[in-house]
């Protein structure tokens, strides 16, 4: 990864790199074309949902840290 990408960049390179390391097997470069199309879209979908749960989980630590700051 390139240290040229900003923050947001660097999460969906990793996002991107993560799915394929986790859900995808072969090499893209010997698999015929509609299969490497497949991939790529269920790649996007795994971005969007990964990203959502990152941003899910952070939202909800803050809103779980107010609370006990809250209470103290």
Request: charged fraction near 20%; include cysteine; hydrophobic fraction near 40%.
């Amino acid at each position: 990864m390139t240290n040229q990408l900003n923050t947001q960049q660097k999460w969906k390179e990793f996002a991107h790199e993560l799915c394929h390391f986790l859900c995808h097997a072969g090499n893209q470069e010997t698999l015929p074309l509609p299969f490497i199309r497949s991939q790529e879209g269920r790649r996007r979908l795994f971005l969007i949902i990964f990203v959502s749960l990152l941003l899910c989980r952070r939202t909800c630590m803050c809103r779980i840290l107010k609370m006990l700051q809250r209470q103290l």
